[in-house]
């Protein structure tokens, strides 16, 4: 007998990206993600704006991705939903969605971690993308987080380090606002970096003993010197901007590397994955690739689609607890920090 295929519906809602996705088993059939514009303007996410902007999108979203996987909503098996870390606000649109749907269709409801959900996004069956074996390292690196994780199993995950300040997105932002930039800065920095020389500027890295990190004062020492630099040149940034985002790239994937060559030391895990919006940059990328040759690393690059917020990522890991019968109930919460 064919085994039965099953559908499961993912919703993320934990900061600033309406999303939805269905998968069969762990294929993806839709990914759709309404970005929310509004924010740009403010530079930065602004949690009213984004709860409000959810209320509205969270129908249609949800619609589009059904009508795009081809699949009625009685053909579902399971909803799962993004139950935390994020904005509180931002979470309790989906949450409540979710239940609402999972109730009236009277099928399971699974609540999801949202940085599980980043880092078993590996395993969604993608052409040309390897799975990682356990154990590995996963490095979640975005706007809001960055931690590494040693990851035993599906579920057996723990944080062995993480920021004690910034995350290291917050890095790239806060620094491209210093320049004058757009928000998010992380792409543009990013682009012009590819065109500057990394070592034009020197920045100190901080120093955090063990797997932790810490970026608060790399941004400091960023303004000071930008501070001083356009004072005796006002022009200073516009004749360096490219070699400024190199070198500020440079040093924050420096800081990134130097962890995670700590992390395989201390672990003895070779196997390395990254998510998270970060993970999109270039030079962390190329960084990872030459640590295969350097360090003899074996590192995995999720596809692009799937390194920022995105809800296949939080239908993933409800299809694995699905196959668990590991489900929530309906009294369950939403919590904006939620721990792995
Ligand atoms: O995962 P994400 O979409 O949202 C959360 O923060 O959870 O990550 C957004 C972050 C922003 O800080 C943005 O600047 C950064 O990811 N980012 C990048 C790049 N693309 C996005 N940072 C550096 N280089 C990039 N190419
Ligand atoms: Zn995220």
Known sequence: ????????????????????????????????????KIHEEYGGVVPELAS?????????????????????????????????????????????????????????????????GHILAHFIDEEGFNKPPFPFLAMTISGGHTQIVQVDNYFDMTVIGETIDDAVGEAFDKSGKILGLGYPAGPE?????????????????????GLNFSFSGLKTAILYFIQNQTKANPNFIEENLNDICASIQYTIIGILIDKLKLATKQTGITHIAIG??????SGIRQALKDGEQKFGWTTYVPKFEFTTDNAAMIAIVGYLKYLDGDFAEQNVAASARLKI
């Open 276 to 281: 998270g919006g970060v993970s999109a940059n």
């Open 189 to 209: 920095i990013d682009k012009r970096a590819k065109l500057g020389n990394p070592k034009a500027f020197k920045f100190t890295k901080p120093r955090v003993d």
């Open 52 to 116: 409000r902007a959810h209320q509205q999108n969270i129908v249609p979203v949800v619609a589009q991705a059904l009508k795009k996987a081809n699949i009625t909503k009685d053909q579902l098996h399971a909803i799962a939903f993004t139950r935390g870390p994020g904005l509180m606000g931002s979470l309790l649109v989906g949450t409540s969605f979710a239940k609402s749907l999972a109730y009236g269709l009277d099928i399971p409801l699974v609540d999801v971690n949202h940085m599980q």
């Open 1 to 36: 007998m064919a085994e039965q295929n099953i559908y499961i519906l993912g919703i993320e809602s934990s900061c600033d990206d309406t999303a939805a996705s269905v998968i069969e088993n762990g294929r993806i059939l839709s990914n759709i993600v309404a970005n929310q």
